[in-house]
């Protein structure tokens, strides 16, 4: 009896809106008017966001060191008729190989950071008071996608002989380009002879 009820009031309120007076709320079951010119709209399921992660080139451990290059005799003479005089280009020493990549032909090398591969630089230079290796931050080769993040670090000054080689690792090297260069003190001077770089990617 009591849905019974329940409907009849329902069909009164669906058609009249209004609840007969002998009828006491809340005593049936509850009704709710729906509008039939109502179109739901289903709400879109979350997008799930994934952040990418980029990827660090692993850093290995470094590859067996090479052997160094030989080292020339001392006591060289060097002046004007000396083969290897540059004082004709402005150098007054003598350089009978300029310093550069020994087993690398290019003198832009390119590395990636913690890739433990060696670089090897050879010079054979004579006639001057020291000599000096020096890497050191650079941006001057555009083809380095790197060259504008460098700082330079891993960076060395190095006091030389004057004939020789020095191999160092690409793993203390950071992301960027850098320059090396020789340094020879001559005629009461500093001079800069030859130039090679290497960018680390």
């Known amino acids: 009896m009591r849905i019974e009820a329940a409907l009849v009031l ?49 850093t290995v451990q470094p590859q067996p060191m090479p052997t160094p290059v030989a080292t020339k005799e001392l006591g060289r003479r060097c002046d004007s008729t000396s083969a290897d005089w540059r004082g004709n280009g402005g150098y007054p020493f003598c ?17 990636y950071a913690g890739s433990g591969e060696w670089l090897t630089v050879a010079w054979d230079f004579y006639g001057g008071e020291w000599y000096e290796l020096r890497l050191e931050n650079n941006n001057g080769i555009a083809s380095c996608g790197t ?23 690409a793993n203390r090297l950071a992301r960027g380009l850098y320059k090396l260069e ?11 002879h030859n130039e090679v770089f290497i960018c680390i990617v």
């Open 10 to 58: 329902a069909v009164a309120i669906s058609l009249f809106g209004v609840v007969p007076e002998n009828e006491v709320y809340n005593s049936y079951l509850p009704f709710v008017k729906i509008d039939p010119t109502r179109t739901p709209t289903p709400k879109p399921l979350p997008t799930a966001t994934r952040t990418a992660t980029p990827a660090t080139p692993p």
């Open 182 to 192: 020789m340094y020879v003190w001559a005629a009461g001077r500093e001079w800069g």
């Open 95 to 111: 350089v009978a190989r300029d310093m550069g990549w020994a087993g690398q032909g290019a003198s832009v090398q390119y590395r």
């Open 147 to 169: 060259r504008n993040i460098g700082t330079g670090q891993g960076g060395f000054r190095l006091r030389v002989g004057e004939s020789g080689s020095y191999s160092f690792n």
